[in-house]
Nanobody, 126 residues
Framework: QVHLVESGGGLVQTGGSLRLSCAAS??????????MAWYRQAPGKDREFVAL????????YYAELVEGRFMISRDNVKNTVDLQMNSLRPDDTAIYYC?????????????????WGQGTQVTVSS
C-alpha cells in the first residue's frame, strides 16, 4: 500500500557529498501521517538506523555516526524525503534504504518500519 523508491546513490571520493532521494506513493500513503527514515546496510553487517524525520517535518533524529554530516528533509507536497550526505567516509559505504512508518517514537526505539524501498548503493572510495 506504500511504495518507496530511492535514487541518487553512486560512487564518491572521501570527503565528497551525495544527495539521496526517496519518492513515496500508494493508495494509503498520507505524508501527514508517516514518519520517514533512512537506514543503511554495509556488507556483512546488520541494517542500521541513519536518520528519521517526523511527519510534520519539524523534528529530525540522527545516528551518532552521521550527526553533523547528514541532513534529512522532506517535502510533503511532493511526497519525497531526501538525505544530504556530506564529508563522506569509506565507512559510509552501504546500501541505503528509505523507510516509512506511522509510529515514529517506536521506530526511534527500534521498531522495524512497515514499509521499505529497494535500496540504493553508496560507495565511498578512499
Amino acid at each position: 500500500q506504500v511504495h518507496l523508491v530511492e535514487s541518487g546513490g553512486g560512487l564518491v571520493q572521501t570527503g565528497g557529498s551525495l544527495r539521496l532521494s526517496c519518492a513515496a506513493s500508494g493508495r494509503t500513503f498520507n505524508s501527514k501521517a508517516y514518519a520517514m527514515a533512512w537506514y543503511r546496510q554495509a556488507p556483512g553487517k546488520d541494517r542500521e538506523f541513519v536518520a528519521l524525520i517526523k511527519a510534520s517535518g519539524t523534528n529530525t533524529y540522527y545516528a551518532e555516526l552521521v550527526e553533523g554530516r547528514f541532513m534529512i528533509s522532506r517535502d510533503n507536497v511532493k511526497n519525497t524525503v531526501d538525505l544530504q550526505m556530506n564529508s563522506l567516509r569509506p565507512d559510509d559505504t552501504a546500501i541505503y534504504y528509505c523507510a516509512a512508518d506511522v509510529y515514529d517514537e517506536l521506530v526511534l526505539k527500534g521498531r522495524r518500519p512497515d514499509y521499505w524501498g529497494q535500496g540504493t548503493q553508496v560507495t565511498v572510495s578512499s
